[in-house]
């Protein structure tokens, strides 16, 4: 990779931000000549968004701090149509009123992490209802549809990806990369935006809104993707039992969010304090290298430092409160003779490497009669592991979720307990 000059590349590339750009080096130039408007765009599919989002927030955040303009854009309008990327199926179409909701309530999260107003590098939100429901079909094919080849189209992952599974690919959905790229082409006239980012299953979209700018109005326009992000066992960022870790307090409490980082793989500790704080890369080096129990104050660092942005001083001071209050009780005598007494089975680590669901756990246990009554429980909120409520009925085990001794604590509604023991 060049030699990078711009403050704000140099940070995304040592923090893990940087993925793929469309001319690196004429994106690096235009950085250090004058601050400039970069955009990222966030489809309304429900009231909040997730830490699966969390990376683009913090690039947006980081791209303020070095003196540029972020645009946020809500996709009021292309909600309608249905991201393809990443999907097997058609996403569930929204009605307009739930999409109207959905917008309002994910504008409110950027207000965490971003400043807005009228200055130079404060933040504007936008939505791309106001001009895509405008827009005459048309008039629309003729100026702008004859610039995208469906040749090239379809060699992109989000399109290719879903006809080589041989998934059904409606035209609504083929019609999503034109109007992201339309998209681009509004935001620079309207806001001289020059920069998108999105995540890497984005690039396709993004290339292709850099084109339509270029051919259209003659101008140079960039774009930046971040890497896909996985957990060191491979799973998604973000999907635990307990379901999507979302921003909105409503929908999860800042404890729940506080003790998600807490519990982080030792082997992510460090990458996700580059990506999700702000800590210097200096300390962040220093507390990686920590090791055995001493790795746990590393974890409470990112936990403290990540539901700070998120959640604010008085939801990490209570959260490490609540934390201390049930770690004595857990760690106590009376505890150790609790789960002593519970009845028990065994599972191999083979069994978890292969997939050991939920449901197959609570079923074996005894603690419920089939999968069905398993995903009641699950639905009435009633299914718990290690305390931690269970929402995703599909969620499977991993390591992670045994304690240091090997144990798994089942709970089924308030008084029926079990417990899995990890073969040695």
Known sequence: MATLKSEFLLECQNRGFLHQATDLEGLDHRLTQ???VAYLGFDATATSLHVGNLMQIMLLRMLQKYGHKPLVLIGGGTT?????SGKDEMRKLLSVDDIANNSASIGKIF???LKFGEGASEAILVNNADWLLQLNYLDFLRDYGR???V???LTFDSIRMRLEREQNLSFLEFNYMVLQAYDFLELNRRYECVLQFGGADQWGNIVSGVDLVRRVDQKDVYGMTTPLITTSDGAKMGKTARGAIWLNEDMLSSYDYWQFWRNTADQDVGRFLRLYTEISLDEIKRLESLEGAEINEAKKVLADAATLLCHGTGAVQEARKTAESLFVKAGGEDYEAMLAALPSMTVSKDQVFQGLSVLDLFKSMGLTTSNGETRRLIQGSGA??????????FYKVTLDDFDEKGRLKLTAGKKRHGLVILQS
């Open 80 to 84: 309608r149509a249905g991201d393809p």
């Open 147 to 149: 610039h995208f080849s």
């Open 111 to 113: 207000k965490k992490y």
């Open 384 to 393: 718990r592991l290690n305390d931690q409520l269970v929402s995703d009925e």
């Open 151 to 153: 040749n090239r189209m």
């Open 34 to 36: 004058k601050p400039l």
